[in-house]
């Protein structure tokens, strides 16, 4: 008997070590651990529908291989934080997870599309604009407060058994959020979209961190030149389209649609200068640089530290306008700041007015402000044309057939979300005509309404688009219209006109034939400078040349562009002959 003791002895310790082991990597079966799982399993479903989107957008088997990948990897880290045994550690990324999920969703459900750095930075700038932000967007705020909250559940709470694994990489979260913030800053914060919500909100902050410490703040100076004579007209209007392909307009090709700018009009001169580069290929990082005057040579420091176009047109005596028809309530919109939009006298935005009236509403806002008293600066974004076009005019101008089904996108002005577009040759057909049919009426019935009732004889109207379109004319598959990261040229073909009074229309008519499709966005902050009353010397010698100048201008856009990040651009020809023009055959008989 004592001897059989003896090996019962010996041997039940490794029976409870065993017994120990297989729990340890066994599967939580205990209520409080079914819970558990169930919970990680619910936060994992909640992310997944970005990740199917996401997949349906990717033209190439590389870039489905790379994000798979990576969106594996994410997962695993956030099972393996799930699961980890320190309960400080669980609780702590449990709560750097909801707080991700918070912003990441909170702006996907009020903007439909997926939040980059910019937006975050852009979010943390309009902390202010909170409670008008809870007024209008209760609902989708309060979605992504619940998403938030099933994620902290379903990492902090107690797993009870944690799996073997789990504890030995339980820092492998860190590992993934450096990799992530690693990427998107070689990406200049790009190329979060549909990665599980719980991670880019943590690596944005990593990048605003590690890029305030590579590239503080610079403060931004103040106006160093005076204006030497009054401004040129008493109002001068600058007006941003939004995704406006200059082929696709009547004015630089006969098929493209009615622009109302093909025209002649008693007192008023219209200057084209055909097809010009954009500054980039993305809406924030163009509209920026308009306002503030970045050159070619040193975009991202000049940006960052010359005073923007309201401070000029303050300076110069003008009222301020800003016409917003893209604000989103709560956040600014295209990398505005407080300090700014202080600058502006009088900011309109269209925010209770439904997207198929928003243009038509500038119009009328223009109308107004050109038969007022006062010497106006006015700043304008158009709706435009952006990625959904299939509701943006009404049945009045459905003239191109066939096109896109309508009423899935009523009320969006722009999103990222290409849910239910194939994207094969026969829907970019459909979605051309409808992207011609809503030209006609943001631009071509736009323009007519201006030139039926606005006060055009002391008027300067520079009228452009932020960037082109992508519009697959070649039957090329996939889903992008913009911001690609191998861009065609049309991303980056915009128009440009002037329409002036008579009076200074000589200049800018010879202009617009010695730079006909050879000018770009560049030139138009020294431009409208000089028509401000500021001396040609002293803002050239800033600026560069104007418009008018006779030098020639380099015809470049920026295809590797960031406005915060001063990444390293990447300078691309605008090639006119490789520009997309319509195809007739589009269209029905």
Request: hydrophobic share 45%; aromatic share 10%; net charge negative.
């Amino acid at each position: 008997m004592s001897k059989h003791s003896g090996v019962d002895s010996l041997e039940q310790p490794s029976a409870n070590l065993a017994v120990s082991a297989n729990r340890n990597n066994a599967a939580p079966s205990s209520l409080p651990g079914r819970i558990k799982m169930l919970l990680v399993l619910l936060a994992i479903a909640l992310g997944a529908d970005g990740a199917v989107k996401r997949l349906t957008m990717i033209d190439t088997a590389s870039g489905a291989i790379f994000y798979f990948c990576l969106y594996g990897l994410l997962l695993a880290a956030f099972v393996a934080a799930a699961y980890c045994r320190p309960f400080w550690l669980r609780l702590l990324f449990g709560v750097l997870f909801a707080a991700s999920v918070q912003f990441y969703e909170s702006f996907r459900l009020t903007a439909d599309m997926w939040p980059t750095y910019d937006t975050y930075v852009i979010m943390l700038e309009s902390i202010g604009f909170a409670g008008n932000a809870w007024d209008h967007h209760r609902l989708p705020l309060l979605q992504a407060a619940a998403h938030a909250a099933v994620v902290l559940l379903a990492v902090a709470i107690n797993p009870r058994h944690c799996f073997r694994w789990a504890r030995q990489l339980a820092l492998a979260p860190l590992a993934a959020i450096a990799l992530l913030s690693s990427m998107l800053f070689a990406r200049g914060g790009d190329g979060a979209n549909g990665l599980p919500p719980s991670f880019p909100g943590i690596a944005f902050s990593v990048i605003h961190i590690v890029d305030g410490i590579l590239s503080p703040e610079l403060e931004r100076g103040d106006i160093t030149l005076a204006p030497q004579k009054p401004p040129a007209a008493r109002d001068l209007i600058y007006i941003i389209d939004e995704s406006v392909l200059g082929t696709y307009l009547d004015i630089n090709h006969p098929d493209g649609v009615y622009s109302g700018l093909d025209r002649t009009e008693a007192g008023v001169s219209i200057a084209n200068f055909g097809i010009a580069a954009s500054i980039a290929l993305c809406s924030s990082s163009v509209n920026y640089t308009l306002r503030h005057g970045g050159s070619r040579a040193d975009y991202a420091n000049m940006n960052a530290t010359l005073p923007s176009i309201f401070a000029y047109a303050q300076n110069a005596g003008m009222h301020t306008v800003y016409l917003d028809a893209q604000a989103i309530p709560g956040l600014f919109s295209n990398l505005m700041y407080q300090a700014e939009l202080d600058l502006v006298d009088q900011h309109v935005t269209m925010n209770f007015t439904p997207v198929l009236q928003r243009d038509q509403k500038l119009a009328e806002e223009i109308i107004n402000l050109t038969n007022d008293d006062k010497s106006s600066f006015i700043l304008i974004n158009k709706v435009g044309a952006h990625f959904p076009v299939q509701d943006k005019y009404p049945d009045s101008h459905l003239i191109y057939k066939p096109v896109s089904s309508r009423g899935n996108y009523v009320n969006i002005s722009d999103t990222g979300d290409r849910a239910g577009f194939s994207g094969d040759p026969e829907a970019w057909r459909l979605y051309r005509n409808a992207y011609r049919n809503t030209l006609l009426w943001n631009t071509g019935e736009f323009f007519d309404r201006i030139f039926d009732e606005a006060n055009l004889q002391d008027t300067v109207i520079i009228y452009t688009s932020d960037h082109g379109q992508r519009l697959h004319e070649d039957g090329s598959p996939g889903q992008n219209t913009h911001c690609s990261p191998q861009p065609r040229d049309e991303e980056g073909a915009v128009p440009l006109v002037f329409i002036t009074p008579e009076r200074l229309g000589s200049a800018f008519e010879q202009a617009a034939v010695t730079h006909h499709n050879a000018t770009s966005h560049y030139r138009l902050f020294s431009t409208a400078l000089g028509l401000m009353g500021y001396s040609e010397a002293d803002v050239s010698a800033i600026y560069g040349p104007d418009i008018t100048a006779n030098v020639p201008d380099e015809y470049t856009y920026n295809a590797y562009f960031n406005a915060r990040m001063g990444r390293k651009p990447v300078w691309r020809k605008l090639k006119i002959d490789n520009v997309a023009t319509p195809l007739a055959s589009d269209v029905d008989p």
